[in-house]
Nanobody, 123 residues
Framework: DVQLVESGGGSVQAGGSLRLSCAAS????????MSWYRQAPGQEREFVSG???????NYAESVKGRFSISQGNGKNTVSLEMNSVRPEDSAMYYC?????????????????WGQGTQVTVSS
């Protein structure tokens, strides 16, 4: 599986901002759709936001207008800007990379998950 390195997260008060980043370790000829999921204690993991290899973003309804996802400067990197955060945004956030069948895709690591980064929003 592809190796993912996440950074960012932490504790913030409601209404504040946080930025999460994720980078996939893969050959430069590999293409991945990158996304963020989150999981709160006792709840299922849910989709938050994603961006495909061409840069097209999509968002869960619960974060539209507050979160912004973008590709990073490096290939197969992604950042999630979280604004106007709410206590219900508190969760472990996971980066996910889905391999695209482009070019020499069969030489690229398969789909993978990051180790997770905690986001805690206090009221």
């Amino acid at each position: 599986d592809v190796q993912l390195v996440e950074s960012g997260g932490g504790s913030v008060q409601a209404g504040g901002s946080l930025r999460l980043s994720c980078a996939a370790s893969a050959y430069t000829f590999c293409y991945y759709d990158m996304s963020w999921y989150r999981q709160a204690p006792g709840q299922e993991r849910e989709f938050v936001s994603g961006v495909d290899f061409a840069g097209s973003p999509n968002y869960a309804e619960s974060v539209k207008g507050r979160f912004s996802i973008s590709q990073g400067n490096g290939k197969n990197t992604v950042s999630l800007e979280m604004n106007s955060v709410r206590p219900e945004d508190s969760a472990m956030y996971y980066c996910y990379a889905r391999r695209r069948a482009l070019g020499r895709w069969d030489s690229c690591p398969a789909n993978g998950w990051g180790q997770g980064t905690q986001v805690t929003v206090s009221s």
